[in-house]
Each structure stands twice: as C-alpha cells, then as structure tokens.
C-alpha cells in the first residue's frame, strides 16, 4: 500500500489563518469542498478547524460565525500523520482518535490534509485491482495493468 504522501502528492493545501472568522473559513470549505482545515499562525499550523467544530463549537454553542475567530473553536493539539505511514496507521489514527481528517507532516512541517474518504477510495482502487487480477487468472488470461489512485 502507498504510504499517505504518495496518495496526496499534487495536492493544493488550504488553510486559514487563526485569526480568520469561522464565516470565513466555512466558505473557503464549501467552495473547495472540503471537510477540515489546517489553522495557521505565523505559518505554523496550530489547530484544525473541522465540520464537527463547526456544529459542535459554533452552531450549537449559538456563537455567531462571522464574530468568532477560528482560534476560539478549532481542535488544539490534532492528531496528524506522517508522510511515510501507511494507508493502515492513518486509518488506525483516525478510529482511535474518532476523526475523519488529519494533517500529513514531514520533517519540513504541514504538508497536506487526508481524509477518510481519501482513505476509502485508495482502498476501493486496491480491491477492484485485485478483483480484476483474479478473473484474469480464472480465465487464464494475463493480468490487467494496476489503477492508477482516483484523485
């Protein structure tokens, strides 16, 4: 299996700034159409700023979006994933911290976001090439060439 950097290799990376409004860090999600965000302060990553908070933190608590910085509601101290680690451990810390996103870090910092749908969809491609790989060997036939990751 790819390790996490190879499946969000190419990727843009968003992020908002502590001090941005929740408003604004909800339409930067809705127009990318993404689920979480890396917060940054002074270019370092200090928080992530998801869905859940956005329920959880701001619409329930009855806070207004555009009068609440991120830095007031975001997750501190996430769980992140190194970019050497498999599609297994990432989806290991996910379930064992009960998140859907974590940041992917290497040695130089932030350098993505995964999902759990990211997770889902390498692993979806993985099992329809091993299906593929086994109907060609039950009908004696040479193996088809390997999916390249959906993106």
């Not at 007031?72 to 996430?78: A, E, G, K, N, R």
């Amino acid at each position: 299996m790819k390790p996490i950097g190879k499946i969000i290799e190419g990727r843009e990376l968003f992020s908002v700034e502590s001090t941005a409004s929740v408003l604004d860090a909800v339409k930067l999600m809705a127009e990318k159409k993404i689920g979480a965000l890396p917060v940054l302060s002074g270019g370092e990553m200090v928080g992530v700023f998801s869905e859940r908070d956005l329920m959880t933190r701001v619409i329930v608590a009855g806070r207004d979006p555009g009068a609440t910085p991120v830095a007031d509601v975001m997750t501190l101290d996430p769980i992140v994933a190194d970019v050497g680690e498999s599609y297994d451990e990432c989806l290991r810390r996910m379930q064992q911290a009960s998140c859907r996103h974590l940041p992917v870090v290497s040695e130089k910092g932030l350098v993505g976001m995964i999902s759990l749908r990211d997770l889902l969809i390498v692993e979806l491609d993985t099992k329809e090439d091993h299906i593929r790989y086994l109907d060609a060997y039950l009908h004696d036939e040479p193996p088809p060439p390997a999916s390249t990751p959906s993106k």
